[in-house]
């Protein structure tokens, strides 16, 4: 079964909080809703009331939609909302969103891009876990390997997937990818140059359906298999038209600078609230001691 995965962004400041892109989702999922999960939480039971208080109450980084209620058979039917100096919707469904009214939305609010692929089949040009590799018998001696000082130690060392043209990565305010289908909405322009977009010659098919709305088809989406040597030629190729790979170490960049001075914020505010403490218990003894 095809499962096609669309990744929708909007610039960092479009929404205020998770409850506020809940309720602008919302009305654009088109399949029942049996099962939620929010940050932290487990795997429950969707119940609109409780997701509500709970984001407008604890304003949760993210939260997910699912068509069953199952944490172990996968949902054929599913909405991830993920914040991370970006609001980003994945989408993966089947014909199961209102996709016409959604797009006419979200370029109203001047979405950054929309992507659409199979997610199965671009899988592996975006794994980053070696004991993916291993537990599936695929050879990965040969791989490259990072570390990532934004996450735990525990992770390891991890595949780095920079250069495989068909890989994606969220930035700041847009998913980048050389997908089969694209939509570079309003806000992609502040990245990418719309004439050398529209320029590339490649493409199945690139035109302009609203006023600053491109849409490229780079390929089929339907190629039977997204790592055959002259897909990923025609990515690469993409990618290196539209300087894709330039404003994605330039983003990158910005977004590891973000997350760093965020870490040390925290770090500071745990050891002011250590001081604040320490002293406090120091005045209660002193009392004590009277």
Sequence with gaps: MKL?????????????????????????????????????????????????????????????LFSKYSDFTASKNTLYFTKFNNFVFDLESINRIKFDELLQSAIKKGFTILLGFDFGKALWQNEQLFDNYKSFYRDYMHLPRRWDDTLSPIFGDLVDIS?????????????????????????????????????????????????????????????????????????????????MDKIEKSLCQEKYTSIFEKIKKQIARAKAREQFYLKKNLRNRQYQQK
Excluded: C
């Design 4 to 64: 096609m995965k669309y990744y929708l962004s909007f610039p960092h400041d479009t929404f205020s909080d998770s409850l506020e892109a809940f309720k602008y989702i919302a009305e654009f999922i088109d399949f029942p809703i049996k099962a939620m999960q929010y940050t932290g939480s487990d795997f429950m039971k969707y119940d609109y009331n409780e997701l509500i208080e709970h984001l407008d109450k604890n304003k949760p980084d993210t939260f997910g």
């Design 163 to 243: 250069k495989n043209p068909g890989h994606w990565v969220e930035t700041q305010d847009i998913v980048l990818m050389a997908a089969p289908e694209m939509w570079f909405g309003p806000g992609s322009w502040k990245f990418f140059d719309k004439e050398r977009v529209m320029s590339f010659p490649k493409a199945l098919e690139i035109k302009e359906i609203l006023p600053d709305v491109v849409y490229v088809n780079l390929f089929d989406v339907d190629e039977p298999d997204y790592e055959r040597k002259k897909i990923l030629k025609l990515q690469k190729e993409f990618r290196k038209w539209t300087k």
